[in-house]
């Protein structure tokens, strides 16, 4: 029987006298006292605190057990792990070992804690704690039995509930980082298996339900009336009952016989399922979505399977099966190893008709696409990027559900390799180059091209510490001859182009056509030397320069009246042009000092230039020949026009140029007298303009100007214009050498003109409280997703058009703008205009609802392009998305309504129509 413990100071000699037995105890049974902070040794120092009347331990003892009131700590081992010489007798060691607990078990109470040394049972009372190896138990109340190592760990009714049904302290026992929660707990040590009744826990972003659930191996549940739902709601919105269930932890569930319920009412039964409980990828079959369309009839889309190969790579497959129609296959695998490289190979392959066998009119379409992705960084000074892409002309267009895809005229592929020295500002590129034309076949190559470049350095330098670099300070300093830079870049290529030509027939255009296909290789190099200077001449910046250009190509042409030919050889081009340039900065600044304006500023940057380029079209250089053609011209030509790079510029170039830019500022007091004042650009003006003395008409350019400016930081406005001065003959139909001002007392005409006005705004963005209907684990998963925070997501093979990314709820509302206008008119009796308008709207009904627009409006064809209205709703677990396309080429809906939580994400219900037969 427990005795009362009577609360005074511990004279010395009671201590003494426990002390004596924790001693005895701890050599009979190898257990040791700590404190909850710190180890409760009986030493000297310890005594000499008791002996000056610190109160430290409350106790009571019979001749059986033994009682500490103090909140312990305490740390229990089997003595049979013990050398043999601390054991004190044989009987002590057979009576310990009999609990089979090989390792250190600490447990803690914050009330008190009974020990019988006669039964060997332990009591531990208030907020009671135990950890043995990878196991922890939290209880209010937990009973050890240490001679069959078992434990039996419950709640205790709150006190202060009236209606006596509210328990605390119920038992959360911790696994290998699983929870498992109940209101009985029992465990046995020796066999590591335990029963929770009426438990649950959240293993993998998922949550368990059972009467009763019993571990049986350490990653082995049975559970008995189970429930598995990824809902956190109290009572959930759906899950899958099953009344026997087998969970293998961080593996999968096994459920025996298994119903769906939503809302409480089953929907669904199978005779068995298996859900995955591992986190990260893993292998399985992606399932597919059932259809039906009045072309290609019944259809299965994107079933396939995934294949977790490591973690390292995966690979996935899916199939799109029409039962009139054909087959669609889309395949990817992917590798990677994070920080070093990532890379991807996809291929999709087609297969479709249309119509039966027989029929004259049946149509079929076979296409495929490849694509080859490889992103590595070798060193930190060395990277290799590979994107190439191979695919039939239609397939985009046949296969496609991805807008941008179906928009896509040309596949632009590459491979590059770059190296840079970064102390010697030098770089090395190689790259490869394919761009295929979708529409024509037409296809461009460059394989491979070579780049080098080196940065400006200044060879007649003087190497000391404080002339080194560009600085202000340093060019003071330095002789003129010290300022002179120079530049280089290098660049090889080999080129190979293949163009299809298609000549109709005459008698039947449109099905009788042939097409010839002419394959053009070319090989080139080209150096770029510049030499300049930067001096200084009070204030402004004058900057003398000298390029020289130097082409090597292996072949030539020759051209007379029959034709054109190509001429193999090693020919050299070689250029070169000079210039000086000034530019100065001068400011203007008024103060009103009015309406809370404080300064307007103006900063005018002009910049005047001139260049000379001789025309290396004279005979002289013998770059350009002439021949006279079958009507008696004369015609020149340049004999390496069709090259690479092409020829030296012929015509004499005496270029000056005419550069001025003005921006406009202000500054205006804050609302906030703590804060500084705010700055924004009012204006930014540019224009420009040349005169070239050595044309012999036409010497001055037109004038182009540009503008642009941003109000409030809500509005962006900006234009640019184009004026000619010259008079436009309507009967040559081009511009004459004569001026308008002289002829019209004009000073230019207006050629083009462009204007872009584009806005955005939103609603005040709500304090990030987080999303109350979002669970957590889900929450997390897409904040995973979309930051890309780990691994990589898996990549679906079934994306489209109807792809649609979480609305933020955050945001009440958000609007989008903007409109463009061109027109062009060289003649000005042809003018060619382009007007549209681009909207996108988007705002939420309620906290739930998101509702969300967009299209675009030509006013000059007077059509709508690509409208789409979206409304999405947020039903806690379960989220529903629908998407409408009302017109054009894209014309559909989606209808879908999914659970939110990625391992189940093919759980759904979809309904979509497709004026093209395209689904996902």
């Known amino acids: 029987m427990r005795q009362t413990a009577r609360r005074t100071r511990a004279p010395l000699a009671h201590v003494v006298s426990l002390w004596q037995k924790l001693r005895k105890h701890h050599r009979e049974y190898g257990v040791s006292y700590q404190l909850r902070e710190q180890t409760l040794t009986f030493s000297v120092r310890l005594a000499v605190v008791l002996f000056l009347g610190v109160p430290f331990v409350v106790y009571s003892q019979n001749k059986d057990s033994l009682s500490l009131s103090a909140p312990l700590s305490v740390v229990r081992k089997d003595t049979s792990s013990l050398p043999a010489d601390t054991l004190s007798s044989k009987n002590d060691s057979i009576q310990t070992s009999r609990s089979g607990v090989d390792t250190l078990v600490v447990y803690t109470a914050k009330d008190s804690i009974v020990y019988s040394m006669r039964t060997r049972f332990m009591n531990l009372y208030g907020k009671s704690e ?217 291929m999709n392959v087609t297969s479709l008709h249309d119509g039966e066998p027989s029929d004259p009119a049946r149509t079929e379409q076979r296409d495929y696409n490849i694509n080859i992705s490889h992103n590595q960084t070798i060193n930190p000074t060395t990277r290799l990027d590979v994107n190439f892409t191979f695919a039939t002309g239609s397939y985009f267009h046949n296969v496609s559900s991805n807008l941008n895809e179906i928009l896509r005229q040309n596949i632009v592929s590459n491979a590059t390799l770059s190296k840079t020295w970064e102390e010697g500002n030098r770089s090395l590129t190689m790259s490869a180059y394919r761009d295929q034309n979708l529409v024509t076949g037409n296809v461009e190559e460059r394989i491979p091209s070579i780049s080098f470049s080196q940065g400006q350095f200044f060879p007649f330098r003087r190497q000391t510490p404080k002339l080194r670099g560009l600085s202000s300070e340093g060019d003071s300093e330095l002789h003129w001859y010290e300022m002179i830079g120079v530049t280089y870049s290098g660049d090889a290529r080999s080129n190979r182009s293949k163009r299809n030509e298609v000549i109709k027939s005459i008698v039947n255009p449109l099905q009788d056509s042939t097409t010839i296909t002419t394959i053009q290789e070319r090989y080139g190099v080209k150096h770029n030397v510049q030499i300049s200077a930067s001096p200084k001449a009070g204030y402004f910046n004058i900057s003398p320069s000298v390029s020289y250009q130097e082409l090597w190509y292996t072949k030539s042409i020759e051209q007379d009246s029959n034709g054109t030919r190509d001429v193999k050889g090693l020919r050299a081009v070689r250029t070169f042009s000079t210039g000086v340039s000034a530019s100065t900065r001068f400011f203007g600044i008024f103060q009103p000092q009015v309406f809370g304006i404080t300064g307007i500023r103006q900063t005018v940057t002009p910049s005047l230039s001139f260049n000379y380029t001789p025309d290396f079209s004279d005979p002289k250089y013998g770059y350009y020949g002439t021949y006279i053609d079958k009507g008696g011209r004369t015609v020149k030509y340049s004999f390496f026009e069709r090259e690479i790079y092409g020829g030296a510029q012929a015509g004499l170039q005496e270029n000056l140029s005419l550069s001025i830019g003005s921006l406009f500022e202000m500054k205006y007091k804050s609302t906030d007298t703590s804060q500084q004042e705010q700055k924004i650009q009012l204006l930014n003006i540019g224009g420009g303009v040349s005169y070239n003395f050595a044309a012999d008409s036409l010497k001055l350019s037109p004038l182009s100007l540009s503008y642009r400016t941003d109000i409030g930081r809500y509005l962006s406005i900006s234009a640019g214009t184009t004026h000619d001065f010259y008079v436009f003959d309507p009967v040559a139909k081009t511009r004459v050498n004569r001026f308008l001002f002289s002829d019209r007392k004009k000073l230019a005409d207006l050629t083009s003109v462009s204007f872009n006005l584009s806005t955005t705004l939103s609603g005040e963005k709500k304090a990030p409280t987080g999303n109350a209907s979002t669970p957590q684990h889900v929450q997390a998963e897409q904040d995973r997703v979309s930051g890309q925070v780990g691994p990589p997501a898996q990549q679906q093979t079934y994306q489209g058009l109807f792809e649609e990314q979480t609305p933020d709820f955050n945001i009440p509302w958000n609007l989008a703008l903007s409109y463009s206008f061109s027109q062009t008119q060289y003649n000005p009796e042809q003018k060619f205009v382009s007007s549209s308008l681009n909207a996108t709207i988007s705002f939420n009904l309620t906290d739930k609802w998101r509702f969300s627009t967009s299209g675009s409006y030509d006013f000059t064809r007077k059509e709508f392009a690509a409208p789409s209205v979206n409304i999405y709703r947020d039903l806690h677990c379960w989220e529903m998305n629908v998407t409408w396309f009302p017109m054009g080429f894209y014309r559909g809906y989606r209808f879908e309504l999914r659970i939110k939580a990625p391992q189940l994400q093919d759980i759904k219900i979809t309904k979509q129509g497709s004026e093209r037969g395209t689904y996902y």
């Not at 956190?232 to 009952?241: G, L, R, S, T, V």
């Not at 319920?261 to 079959?285: E, H, Q, T």
């Not at 992606?286 to 396939?304: M, N, T």
């Open 130 to 346: 135990l950890n043995y190896r990878r196991m922890g138990l939290k209880a209010e109340r937990v009973n050890v039995n240490w001679d069959n190592a078992t434990l039996f760990a419950e709640g205790i009714k709150d006190t202060a509930d009236k209606a006596g049904k509210k328990i605390v302290g119920s038992p959360i026992m911790s696994d290998a980082g699983e929870d498992y929660k109940g209101s009985h707990i029992g465990y046995n040590f020796r066999t590591q298996k335990g029963k929770i009744n009426l438990g649950n826990t959240e293993i993998e972003q998922g949550y368990y339900y059972g009467e009763a659930i019993k571990k049986i191996d350490k990653d082995i549940l049975f559970v008995e009336n189970g429930r598995y739902t990824t809902c956190d709601a109290e009572h959930p919105h759906y899950y899958f009952f099953s009344p026997k269930m087998k969970v293998i932890v961080r593996d999968h569930i096994v459920a025996e016989p298994i119903y769906f319920y939503v809302a409480d009412v089953p929907l669904f039964a199978l005779p068995f399922g298996a859900f995955p409980n591992k986190a990260g990828r893993r292998s399985g079959i992606i399932a597919p979505a059932y259809g039906e369309d009045f072309r290609k009839g019944q259809f299965l889309s994107h079933i396939g399977y995934y294949w977790a190969i490591s973690d390292y790579m995966d690979a996935s497959t899916a199939f799109d099966l029409y039962t009139r129609g054909g087959w669609v296959n889309r395949s990817l695998f992917r590798y990677g190893l994070r920080y070093d490289f990532t890379g991807s190979v996809s």
